[in-house]
């Protein structure tokens, strides 16, 4: 589907309903088998790229994001390689994307456990590789799409930005859970589907792993929204590596019911990071006693892809007939990104060259 639709109305006055929600994680689901990539040594990359000191006498504070001002994804092991730890704080991400689409609390905090989701399950991979999380219910919401890259960038967006309150798993309804995983260099991408079970994304997201991926993991993402400001927002991805010892899973479930109970609120883990907790803390506390050793730390930051080109590939795509009457009645095409909502405008002299370029067919006008 193209990120481009018709504008045919103004943006609505921007406002926020404050609503908490709730998440509860599901422990470790078994399952017999599961897939995983073998992990790269250490590497410290960012899409921005992150001011650390090489001089400290902790080893793990140069990772740590004091007062989680910028945004971050890090990702940890255990000594023994049997658990993956992956801990992000994105609430810049979220304010500016909640900006970009003038979005109400519900929407907001679809999109923010969406895009949390497509960056914990990105991470580690290949930086061209996307992976693509869209829901599609049958609520008022209208459906959620989040694209994450391995090199920590992400968009999206929802249906309907403007929402009264109403709890998540209202607004979402029931439908299905898509999962398209791709890379530029793949003849053909990943495509995984499952039914949408509750309504919160990542509980859902979490089932997606289980039953379609076969992943045996523990996976949870919340938004916290004060007045019209997203005042926290991540989440945490603990998976099971092959080969991993039944005690290291019993060490790890521990570690995760004092992390609920540190958190206090019901809402894991946004407490956790209003209280000044970093995703370092948070992945020491998840792999207490299991000799934590770090794997990769980034930025992850707000970026589309949608260019003029991309508009003018979109439009070739229709029948040119349906164009013509567009230029016909109107003289221009306007449209708008669904990702970003930058807004293009192309004359009718314009699209007619463009497409006489294109094609090689002798212009009409």
Same mark, same amino acid.
């Given at each position: 589907m193209s990120p481009f639709s018709q504008l045919n109305r103004n943006w609505k006055t921007f406002m926020m309903y404050v609503v908490l929600t709730v998440y509860r994680p599901q422990l470790f689901q078994a399952r017999a088998a599961f897939s995983h990539k073998h992990v790269a040594p250490f590497r410290s990359r960012s899409a921005r790229a992150m001011g650390t000191s090489a001089e400290t006498t902790d080893p793990l504070e140069v990772y740590r994001n004091k007062n989680n001002n910028r945004d971050q994804i890090f990702s940890a092991i255990s000594g023994?390689?049997?658990?993956?730890?992956t801990v992000a704080t994105i609430r810049n991400v979220i304010n500016d994307a909640s900006m970009q689409h003038t979005m109400t609390f519900v929407p907001t905090d679809a999109l923010g456990r969406a895009m949390t989701c497509g960056l914990l399950m990105a991470n580690g991979m290949q930086e061209e590789q996307t992976v693509q999380i869209t829901m599609k219910g049958d609520g008022p919401l209208?459906? +959620?799409? %989040?694209? $994450?890259?391995?090199?920590?960038? +992400?968009?999206?967006?929802?249906?309907? #930005?403007?929402?009264?309150?109403?709890?998540? #798993?209202?607004? +979402?309804?029931?439908?299905?859970? @898509?999962? !398209?995983? &791709?890379?530029?260099?793949?003849?053909?991408?990943? &495509?995984?589907?499952?039914?949408?079970?509750?309504?919160?994304?990542?509980?859902? +997201?979490?089932?997606?792993? %289980?039953? *379609?991926? @076969?992943?045996?993991?523990?996976? $949870? %993402?919340?938004?916290?929204?004060?007045?019209?400001?997203?005042? *926290?927002?991540?989440?945490?991805?603990?998976?099971?590596? /092959?080969?991993?010892? #039944?005690?290291?899973?019993? @060490?790890?479930?521990? &570690?995760?019911? @004092?992390? !609920?109970e540190m958190d206090g609120t019901g809402n894991l883990p946004t407490g956790l990071l209003l209280q000044g907790?970093? /995703?370092?803390?948070?992945? %020491?506390?998840?792999?207490?006693g299991l000799d934590m050793k770090p794997l990769q730390q980034m930025e992850p930051v707000l970026v589309c892809q949608c260019?003029?080109?991309?508009?003018?590939?979109?439009?070739?795509?229709? #029948?040119?007939?349906?164009?013509?009457?567009i230029l016909a009645k109107e003289q221009q095409i306007e449209a708008r990104c669904q990702f970003c909502g930058k807004v293009y405008r192309l004359g009718k002299e314009e699209i007619e060259e463009r497409l006489q370029n294109a094609t090689g067919e002798p212009s009409k006008s």
């Open positions: 023994d390689g049997g658990i993956k730890v209208r459906g +959620v799409v %989040a694209i $994450a890259t391995g090199s920590g960038t +992400v968009r999206g967006y929802v249906g309907s #930005p403007m929402l009264g309150e109403m709890s998540l #798993p209202e607004a +979402v309804g029931k439908g299905s859970v @898509q999962v !398209v995983k &791709n890379h530029p260099d793949w003849p053909r991408p990943y &495509n995984g589907i499952t039914a949408i079970r509750h309504g919160d994304i990542d509980r859902d +997201v979490g089932i997606y792993l %289980a039953e *379609s991926e @076969q992943r045996s993991c523990a996976l $949870a %993402a919340a938004v916290s929204v004060k007045g019209i400001l997203c005042t *926290s927002a991540g989440g945490y991805l603990i998976e099971q590596l /092959p080969g991993v010892e #039944p005690d290291v899973v019993k @060490q790890v479930e521990k &570690n995760l019911a @004092q992390l !609920v907790q970093t /995703p370092v803390d948070i992945a %020491a506390t998840i792999l207490d260019t003029e080109d991309r508009l003018m590939r979109s439009l070739r795509l229709l #029948p040119r007939e349906e164009v013509e009457d």
